[in-house]
């Protein structure tokens, strides 16, 4: 009998019913990618994979220089350190936004409710996440240092386990699929939360596996003990321990090595059924991904075409061969640092 015409259970009454497999994740968004013309300079920052992904997810637009009460266009806003601390800093006409940003951000994050992920104008003094340039009190021109935006730092810093990035680091190929792989899982995971069914996550963490174990082994492990629940923890005290741990396993993307065992482990399923020569061309394919030549996309075509024409229940159940809609799958890749680990 095929797996979907067995008779409801009381477990299966409880699965999350996703249509076409996939939740619909909630993103926080920079109202200036593509959005809106509100940047400083009465411009939208084009931004083509935030096009690609609207369809997929409910966003959340966001603007917080706006929100403060900073007109469009406006003068621009700068990142400066005075006596160690940081402050938002108009330089045209000498006004400090600190407490009027650091306001903002604690109301509208309190507020916005559950998030899966956010997408943040990068190099913002409100928005960025990372690269913002960080000046001195000076008149000095040159920057000091880079950081945080002082919005993108209390996201950061209030949704620690969110899949977080800007619309830069976003054409990484990697950066992307990491990004995308973190979103769909965190919205999943939303809906386990909803079910509170021991076996919805029990369909999660099954559905996870290879995921999970391409991102972190020992969080795998840890992971699997949650569930069990030897401890006969109230399902509430699960649910946020799960939360978690699957947090800091997602928290950075796997490396080569991983994703090459995780391979390896699948190739074991079909190894009676196999030719010679198809090893020998999973394991070339392998190889190639190693020396960072190809990218993983070559071997996953490949296991995907042999869990297709075998029928492997197992694999084809697994959201590592599909962690996100097939039509956010883009091979075009930017060559930036700050993806894949060696």
């Known amino acids: 009998m095929s797996r979907d015409k067995k008779p409801a259970t009381a477990a299966t009454k409880h699965q999350p019913a996703w249509p076409h497999g996939f939740p619909r994740p909630v993103v926080v968004m920079s109202k200036c990618l593509e959005l809106e013309a509100c940047r400083y300079n009465g411009q939208a920052v084009r931004a083509p994979f935030v096009l690609q992904l609207a369809p997929f997810v409910e966003i959340k637009p966001v603007c917080p220089e706006i929100e403060i009460g900073l007109g469009v266009p406006r003068?621009?806003?700068?990142?400066?350190?005075?006596?160690?601390?940081?402050?938002?800093?108009?330089?045209?006409?000498?006004?400090?936004?600190?407490?009027?940003?650091?306001?903002?951000?604690?109301?509208?994050?309190?507020?916005?409710?559950?998030?899966?992920?956010?997408?943040?104008?990068?190099?913002?003094?409100?928005?960025?996440?990372?690269?913002?340039?960080?000046?001195?009190?000076?008149?000095?021109?040159?920057?000091?240092?880079?950081?945080?935006?002082?919005?993108?730092?209390?996201?950061?810093?209030?949704?620690?386990?969110?899949?977080?990035?800007?619309?830069?680091?976003?054409?990484?190929?990697?950066?992307?699929?990491?990004?995308?792989?973190?979103?769909?899982?965190?919205?999943?995971?939303?809906?386990?939360?909803?079910?509170?069914?021991?076996?919805?996550?029990?369909?999660?963490?099954?559905?996870?596996?290879?995921?999970?174990?391409?991102?972190?082994?020992?969080?795998?492990?840890?992971?699997?003990?949650?569930?069990?629940?030897?401890?006969?923890?109230?399902?509430?005290?699960?649910?946020?321990?799960?939360?978690?741990?699957?947090?800091?396993?997602l928290a950075h993307p796997a490396r080569r090595k991983s994703h090459i065992n995780v391979l390896m482990h699948g190739m074991g399923y079909f190894a009676k059924r196999l030719s010679a020569a198809e090893k020998a061309f999973l394991l070339e394919s392998l190889e190639v991904f190693r020396e960072g030549r190809e990218s993983l996309t070559g071997p996953l075509a490949v296991m995907q075409s042999w869990i297709a024409r075998f029928g492997e229940e197992y694999l084809a159940s697994q959201r590592y061969f599909a962690p996100y809609p097939r039509e956010l799958r883009d091979l075009r890749d930017s060559g930036r640092k700050g993806g894949l680990a060696e």
Do not use: W
Request: hydrophobic share 40%.
């Open 75 to 249: 003068d621009p806003i700068r990142l400066v350190t005075v006596d160690r601390r940081q402050h938002l800093i108009q330089p045209s006409t000498g006004r400090d936004l600190t407490e009027e940003m650091q306001s903002f951000g604690v109301d509208y994050l309190s507020s916005v409710g559950e998030a899966d992920g956010f997408i943040l104008k990068s190099r913002s003094p409100s928005c960025g996440i990372k690269d913002t340039k960080v000046h001195d009190s000076g008149d000095r021109p040159n920057p000091i240092g880079k950081g945080a935006g002082m919005f993108g730092a209390a996201v950061l810093d209030r949704f620690p386990h969110a899949a977080i990035e800007d619309e830069g680091r976003l054409t990484n190929l990697q950066i992307r699929h990491h990004f995308l792989t973190k979103l769909f899982a965190r919205a999943a995971f939303r809906q386990v939360k909803r079910l509170r069914a021991p076996a919805a996550l029990v369909q999660f963490h099954t559905a996870y596996k290879l995921v999970l174990l391409a991102s972190h082994q020992a969080e795998l492990r840890l992971l699997g003990r949650i569930v069990a629940n030897h401890e006969k923890k109230p399902v509430d005290d699960v649910l946020a321990d799960y939360e978690q741990h699957l947090g800091h396993a």
